[in-house]
């Protein structure tokens, strides 16, 4: 039977390993769960970094665009040489900025497109502009050309000399005047009877003048 005085020191080395055992075993998954982490943060990044370049960024923000590619690299090196805490910080740098190289070339974008689109509705605008303008002063070309060819007319009308036609017409009337003439008498009945007899019918003359003024045109 062994004595209790020998089983203690060795139950004590015995906790000890298991003790130092767990503790190596903890830092392991600890590192384990850190290099995960980096490398989960280095995919987001270079996920990003490509959506940048698919939106344009390497033309539009070149300078963000080439940072965060430059950031990544680095996150990359840092995981490859086991330093995992700067490796996550630098694959996190790298997001941020391909965020900002995506956010400003979709603006750029957009402001260009805007500005656009408001460019080409000033040259219609114009365009139209330019038309009714035009259709105006070909209506004021026509209206003065009428104006001065009646204008025309009529000073040719005011110089051309007036020409009076004048025409007479005779319109005779013949009237009759009565005249009284005595009868002889009757002696048987003492009658006396007069009658009135129509003189020689006289003549009169109408003469009337009729004056028509016409303008030669």
């Known amino acids: 039977m062994r004595h209790p005085l020998l089983f203690a020191p060795a139950l004590a080395i015995s906790t000890f390993a298991l003790t130092m055992s767990g503790a190596v075993v903890s830092t392991s998954a600890i590192a384990a769960g850190k290099a995960d982490r980096a490398r989960a943060a280095i995919a987001t990044a270079k996920g990003k970094v490509q959506a940048a370049d698919a939106a ?3 033309t539009e923000t070149p300078r963000q665009q080439s940072e965060a590619k430059a950031t990544l690299a680095t996150a990359e090196e840092h995981l490859a040489a086991g330093r995992k805490e700067e490796s996550i910080a630098a ?12 956010g400003e070339t979709l603006r750029r974008k957009e402001a260009r497109a805007s500005a656009q689109a408001d460019a080409q509705t000033s040259a219609a605008l ?3 502009q330019a038309a009714d303008a035009a259709n105006r002063a070909a209506n004021a070309e026509q209206a003065a050309a009428a104006t001065a060819a009646e204008n025309a007319r009529l000073r040719a009308a005011a110089a051309t000399p007036q020409t009076t036609t004048v025409v007479t017409t005779q319109e005779k009337v013949a009237t009759s005047a009565p005249v009284r003439s005595a009868t002889k008498p009757v002696v048987k009945k003492k009658v006396v009877r007069r009658s009135t007899a129509m003189a020689p019918a006289r003549t009169a003359e109408t003469t009337t003048t009729t004056v028509t003024t016409q303008a030669q045109n």
């Open 56 to 58: 344009g960024a390497a």
């Open 91 to 102: 694959a996190t740098e790298a997001s941020r900025l391909a965020d900002v190289a995506i």
């Open 126 to 128: 114009a365009q139209q």
